[in-house]
Structures are given as C-alpha cells and as structure tokens.
T-cell receptor, first 115, second 111 residues
Framework: EAGVAQSPRYKIIEKRQSVAFWCNPI?????LYWYQQILGQGPKLLIQ????????DSQLPKDRFSAERLKGVDSTLKIQPAKLEDSAVYLC?????????????FGQGTRLTVV | SQELEQSPQSLIVQEGKNLTINCTSS?????LYWYKQKYGEGLIFLMM?????EEKSHEKITAKLDEKKQQSSLHITASQPSHAGIYLC???????????FGTGTRLLVSP
C-alpha cells in the first residue's frame, strides 16, 4: 500500500514570496490533515478535511494560508505572502476515519525555510 | 481546547537503561496515540490506546493509558541507539474529532 506522498521535500523562499505544498493521501482515506511543526515543537493542526469539506481550520492563519482538497483526494496548502515565522516542516496525514479511532498515516513532510 | 503536555522535554540515557515518557492531558482522554519522529521527517505510528487501563507493547516499548489521571506513559526497556528520536503523544482535540499532539520528548541514547 502506497503511503502519504508529499512534495516538495524541501523549499527555500524569500519572505513575501508565495509557496504551495502538495499532498496525496492514501487511497480511500476520507480524512486529511495538514500540520505545521516548528523546530522544537509538536505538530500544530492547521486544517482538517473530511472528503472535500473543511471540518476544522480554527488555527489556520487565513490572511496568508489557504488549503483546498478538490474532489476529496489530493490537497494543496498555500502560503501567500510568506513570513520568516512560517519556517517549519509541513506535515500531511490521512486516515480512513477522523479522530483517535483510526491510525493516521503521515507523509515525510515539506521543510520550508523562509529567508 | 485540548492540551497535551509531555515530560520530560528531553532525555539522554545510556544504552541499556530503561526510561519513561509521560503525556498528560488537560481534558478527559478517550483515546491516545504514540508516534515516533526522526528529525525533520514524518511521524511513525507506534501504538494506539483506546480504553482506560489499556496497556500495549511492541518490542521493547510499552504504553499505558490511565483515564482517571488523564495520562499516558511510554516505557522503553533496555534502550538502544535506534530508539533515539522525538516521541509524540496525540489525542482527540475539541471539535470534530481532530487529532492534536503534545509538545514532544527528544530522546538521545548514548552508546
């Protein structure tokens, strides 16, 4: 079974530029999560999708971050414009069900450096 | 919102020693995950605990869930360098069954 795929693995951009990350979840998984993990901290949930609908984006900085999951499969996370404090690893995860009833599978992450 | 506090924040142990990592929740725990993360990489699932008093083991790692104390512990027996990494506990946060994580415990195992 293929795992969660993320691209790119690494990205370096200048502040005020825009960037997009892509995630392909495990086939058939209805729940998709995007997390931001700043160095030395635990992952912080940015947005959770159930199929193609957003069920939680309470911690997404909506003035600069956006995410979509067209057709309930792949997802993209965009930052525009980027700030220095956005430097972090962005993790995508998927599960067949939401919450703690089912294991969530994680991608390798995208390491973003904003200079 | 649900907060998960892990202790210790970091730990250095000598190879062969035992260690315990704790995860304490600010709210009732209905289930809990333990994950391991290598630096800069994704999270690897270790185990899932769903009932109070439940205890699970995988190789030399044992995890327990104490619902009354709103706490879980992860115990590693006879640690090895391969156990080094960041250990994260995760639980269901407030809202639509979202998965939130603790602050992480960084483990180094010295030869």
């Amino acid at each position: 079974e293929a795992g969660v795929a993320q691209s790119p693995r690494y990205k370096i951009i200048e502040k005020r530029q825009s960037v997009a990350f892509w995630c392909n979840p495990i086939s058939g998984h209805a729940t998709l999560y995007w997390y931001q993990q700043i160095l030395g901290q635990g992952p912080k949930l940015l947005i959770q999708f159930q199929n193609n609908g957003v069920v939680d984006d309470s911690q997404l900085p909506k003035d600069r971050f956006s995410a979509e999951r067209l057709k309930g499969v792949d997802s993209t996370l965009k930052i525009q414009p980027a700030k220095l404090e956005d430097s972090a690893v962005y993790l995508c995860a998927s599960s067949s069900l939401p919450g703690v009833n089912t294991e969530a599978f994680f991608g390798q992450g995208t390491r973003l450096t904003v200079v | 919102s649900q907060e998960l506090e892990q202790s210790p924040q970091s730990l250095i142990v000598q190879e062969g020693k035992n260690l315990t990592i704790n995860c304490t929740s600010s709210k009732t725990l209905y289930g809990l995950y333990w994950y391991k993360q290598k630096y800069g990489e994704g999270l690897i699932f270790l185990m899932m605990l769903q009932k109070g008093g439940e205890e699970k083991s995988h190789e030399k790692i044992t995890a327990k869930l104490d619902e009354k104390k709103q706490q879980s512990s992860l115990h590693i027996t006879a640690s090895q360098p391969s156990h080094a990494g960041i250990y994260l506990c995760g639980a269901e946060g407030t809202g639509f069954q979202k998965l939130v994580f603790g602050t992480g415990t960084r483990l180094l195992v010295s030869p």
